[in-house]
C-alpha cells in the first residue's frame, strides 16, 4: 500500500513538474509580438513636473497675430529654479501662484504684454473704433559676426467719447545675443512712451485742456547678462545680470539699478549649494514745490541650498536684507514639492518674504494716474505661507488650487487725493494688512487645437492696522481664456476678465465700493496664404463701464481690425 501511495506521489509531481517545462517550449515555438514604443510625454522630461498622457503637438510655421494667452501643450508644473530670483515689485506669475498685481486698466485695447512676441519678419496694420489706429512690426534672425539679434516695436493709440479720455503708446524692444563654447552674453535695450489723459474729474463742473491732464512717462532700459555654458572654475555656475532704467515722468525723474550675481554648485546629482548678491538702488527727484532727492536702496546676500531625488525636491533659502526705513532683515524663501501617483499630482508648501522699492516706476506703472506731489518713498514686507496642489487628469485635463495667508507691511494704497477734483490719486501707507487668499483653476488643452482655461482667487483682507479697506485691491480675480483652431487657417480666440470687491476713497473721504471690471473679448484671424492674414478684435463686448480705478471708467465697446503681412 505504502509502495502504491508513493507511486501516485512520484506522478503527481512529474505532471506538476511537466506543466511549466511544456508551457515554456510552447512559448518559444511563438515569437513574442513586439509591443508599440509609447512616446514619452513632454511633462516627463522633466522630474519637477507632472507626467500626462501623450499629446500629439504640431507645429505650423506660419504667421500668427499674438494669442490673447497663450496656452501650455501640456498640464504640468513650471520647473524648479536653480538659483534665488531677485526680489521685484512684481513676481513673475507661476502656475501654482496666482498674480496679485494690479491688472492694466481694460481702456488699453491690447492690455500689456505678459510674454515676448516670438522673433518674426512681419509687419501689421490695423484700426477700428474709438480712433484706434495700430502699427506692428518684427525683424528676426539679425546677424553680425557671432551677434545675433531680434527687433519688434509696436505703436497704439486710442481715444474715448469722454474728454480728455485718451492713451496712446510705444514700444521698441531689442535684444541680441552672444556665444561661444564657454559663454553665452545677452543684451538688450527697451524705449517706451505711455500717454494717459486724466479725465476722471467731474466734466459737468470743469472743463481741462489735455496739455493741463496729460501724464507722459518716458523710460529707457539698458539690460546686460552673461552666464557659462560649459562647466567653470571648480564646476561653478554663475549667471550675473544688470539692468539700468532711466524713468520721467511729468512730477519726476528716476534712476533704477539692479545687479544680481548667483554662484552656484552641484555637489552632486541631488544637491546643490549657491550664493547671490542682489543690490537694488532706486534714485528720484519730485518736480513738486517741495524739490527734494529720495532714494530706496536695497542690498541682499542669498545663500541657498536646493535638493531632488525621486519625488521629492526642496528650495531653502535666507537671506539677510539691508534697506532703507528698516533695520536688518532676515527674508526666508522655503518651498517642499512633492509628487505621487506616478507623477501625475504634486503637492507644494512654501514660505517666502520679499522687500518691495515702492519706486515711481512701480507704482505708476501699476497705476497711471497716481500723482506724486510731495510723495515720499517708503519700503514695504510682503511675507506668504501657502500650500498647493495640481494634478494632471486624463490626456488633457489639468487642476489646481492654493491656500495663503498674507502679511503685508507698510504696503502702499491708492485714494483719490483729499480735497481734489478727482482726477489724481495719492498714495497712503497701511502699517499692516492680513489677508487670507484661496484660489484654484483648470485648464483643457488639445495639442494647439483647442484650449480652454479659467482661474479664480479670492482674497479676504481680514485685519487692518488703520484703515477701513485695502483701497484699490481688488478682493475677487477672474479670468478665462478660449482658443480654438477651427481649419488650418482661421483662429478663434476669447478671453473673460473680472475684478470685483474694490473698494476706493473719494476725496472727501468717504468710502465707495467699485464698479469693478466685468469685461469680455473676442478675436479671429484667417491666414488667406502663408503670407496674408486678416484679423479681427473686439473687447469690452458688454459695453460695461468698468472701473478699475475710482472715477474713471473704461473706453466703452472697442471694435479694430486689420491684416498682417509675413516676409
Known amino acids: 500500500m505504502t509502495k502504491r501511495i508513493t507511486g501516485v506521489i512520484l506522478l503527481l509531481m512529474l505532471a506538476f513538474l511537466s506543466t511549466p517545462a511544456q508551457a515554456q517550449r510552447r512559448k518559444a515555438k511563438t515569437p513574442p509580438t513586439p509591443k508599440p514604443a509609447s512616446p514619452m510625454p513632454p511633462a516627463a522630461r522633466n522630474d519637477t513636473s507632472i507626467k500626462s498622457t501623450t499629446l500629439e503637438v504640431y507645429q505650423v510655421y506660419q504667421p500668427e497675430m499674438k494669442a490673447l494667452q497663450k496656452p ?5 508644473l513650471p520647473p524648479n529654479e536653480k538659483e534665488p530670483q531677485p526680489q521685484h515689485y512684481e513676481v513673475p506669475q507661476q502656475t501654482l501662484l496666482y498674480s496679485y498685481r494690479a491688472l492694466p ?21 490695423g484700426g477700428g473704433n474709438l480712433s484706434t489706429a495700430l502699427a506692428e512690426a518684427g525683424i528676426g534672425g539679425l546677424q553680425v559676426a557671432q551677434w545675433k539679434g531680434n527687433i519688434y516695436g509696436r505703436y497704439l493709440s486710442q481715444e474715448g467719447s469722454t474728454a480728455n479720455q485718451i492713451y496712446r503708446n510705444f514700444l521698441l524692444k531689442s535684444d541680441a545675443s552672444w556665444n561661444d563654447d564657454h559663454y553665452k552674453l545677452d543684451a538688450g535695450l527697451d524705449l517706451s512712451r505711455n500717454v494717459f489723459g486724466r479725465y476722471g474729474y467731474d466734466h459737468s463742473l470743469q472743463q481741462f485742456n489735455l496739455d493741463d491732464v496729460r501724464m507722459k512717462y518716458d523710460a529707457a532700459r539698458l539690460h546686460f547678462g552673461l552666464h557659462n555654458t560649459s562647466p567653470g572654475i571648480w564646476n561653478l555656475d554663475y549667471a550675473p545680470t544688470l539692468n539700468l532704467l532711466a524713468w520721467d515722468g511729468r512730477q519726476g525723474h528716476e ?3 539692479q545687479f544680481f550675481a548667483p554662484i552656484s554648485r552641484r555637489i552632486d546629482s541631488s544637491f546643490s549649494l549657491g550664493l547671490a548678491l542682489n543690490v537694488q538702488g532706486s534714485w528720484n527727484s519730485l518736480a513738486s514745490s517741495l524739490d527734494r532727492n529720495q532714494s530706496s536702496n536695497l542690498f541682499q546676500v542669498l545663500p541657498f ?9 526642496a528650495h531653502l533659502s535666507l537671506a539677510p536684507t539691508w534697506s532703507e526705513g528698516a533695520d536688518l532683515l532676515w527674508l526666508p524663501d522655503i518651498r ?5 501617483l506616478n507623477k501625475r499630482i504634486r503637492i507644494e508648501a512654501t514660505g517666502k518674504a520679499e522687500r518691495m522699492q515702492n519706486t515711481l516706476q512701480q507704482l505708476s506703472e ?14 514695504s514686507t510682503r511675507a506668504e505661507v501657502a500650500g498647493a496642489v495640481q494634478a494632471a487628469l486624463g490626456n488633457h485635463l489639468s487642476v489646481w488650487g492654493r491656500i495663503a495667508w498674507q502679511h503685508l507691511e507698510d504696503a502702499p494704497l491708492f485714494i483719490t487725493s483729499a480735497g481734489s477734483d478727482g482726477k489724481d490719486f495719492s498714495i497712503i501707507y497701511e502699517h499692516e494688512i492680513r489677508a487670507l487668499c484661496w484660489g484654484g483653476g483648470l485648464r483643457y488643452q488639445v495639442g494647439e487645437y483647442f484650449s480652454l482655461g479659467a482661474e479664480g482667487q479670492w482674497l479676504n483682507y481680514y485685519q487692518l492696522s488703520m484703515l477701513q479697506h485695502a483701497y484699490g485691491m481688488p478682493g475677487i480675480r477672474l479670468k478665462g481664456d478660449l482658443s480654438w483652431r477651427l481649419t488650418k487657417g482661421l483662429l478663434l480666440t476669447s478671453y473673460m476678465q473680472v475684478l470685483d470687491e474694490i473698494w476706493g476713497l473719494d476725496a472727501y473721504g468717504h468710502n465707495v465700493r467699485q464698479r469693478g471690471v466685468f469685461d469680455f473679448g473676442a478675436s479671429a484671424e484667417y491666414h488667406f496664404f502663408s503670407k496674408l492674414s486678416a484679423f479681427i478684435h473686439a473687447d469690452n463686448l458688454l459695453g460695461r463701464r468698468n472701473e478699475r480705478w475710482l472715477g474713471y471708467p473704461s473706453f466703452g465697446f472697442n471694435l479694430y481690425g486689420g491684416l498682417r503681412y509675413r516676409f
Open 366 to 379: 501699476e497705476n497711471p494716474y497716481f500723482f506724486p506731489g510731495n510723495f515720499s518713498i517708503r519700503q
Open 72 to 76: 501650455g501643450y501640456a498640464p504640468s
Open 336 to 340: 517642499i514639492g512633492f509628487q505621487f
Open 105 to 125: 486698466l481694460r481702456p488699453l485695447a491690447l492690455g500689456k504684454d505678459t510674454a515676448p512676441l516670438p522673433p518674426q519678419n512681419y509687419i501689421l496694420l
Open 255 to 257: 534712476t533704477d539699478l
Open 305 to 313: 541650498a536646493d535638493y531632488r531625488s525621486g519625488n521629492l525636491d
